[in-house]
């Protein structure tokens, strides 16, 4: 599985951006993906994850009622609609997909190594 995001960029707090990531390759076998952040000197972070082929979305706290991960099958993509952004949400941010149907709790979904395949980055930065 092939993954490359796009969509980041510079906004003004209070702004808005979209995501994407664009999943090709064996994307039949993906049964979860994920969007991760790393900002410069921290470790990389859970944002939101979606299953695939079924409902049930999760989010870190800190974003909940701010963004919005959403996917379409039939493209392929997995979306990040992020709202009323701060600059603490400056960073890197990462799309994931793992293969395995085996059940995850939220700790296992927000946990890094949990995904085997990921793509190579979009920077958000968000100016104050």
């Known amino acids: 599985v092939q993954l490359q995001a796009s969509g980041g960029g510079l906004v003004q707090t209070g702004g808005s951006l979209r995501l994407s990531c664009a999943a090709s390759?064996?994307?039949?076998?993906?049964?979860?993906v994920a969007w991760f952040r790393q900002a410069p000197g921290k470790e990389r972070e859970f944002v939101a994850s979606s299953r695939w082929r079924s409902s049930g979305t999760y989010y870190t706290d800190s974003v909940k009622g701010r963004f919005t991960i959403s996917r379409d099958n039939a493209k392929n993509t997995v979306n990040l609609q992020m709202n009323s952004l701060k600059p603490e949400v400056t960073a890197v941010y990462y799309c994931?997909?793992?293969?395995?149907?085996?059940?995850?709790?939220?700790?296992?979904?927000?946990?890094?190594?949990?995904?085997?395949?990921w793509g190579q980055g979009t920077l958000v930065t968000v100016s104050s």
């Open positions: 994931a997909a793992d293969t395995s149907l085996a059940p995850r709790s939220f700790t296992r979904l927000s946990n890094r190594y949990e995904y085997e395949y």
């Open positions: 390759g064996r994307t039949f076998s993906v049964a979860i």
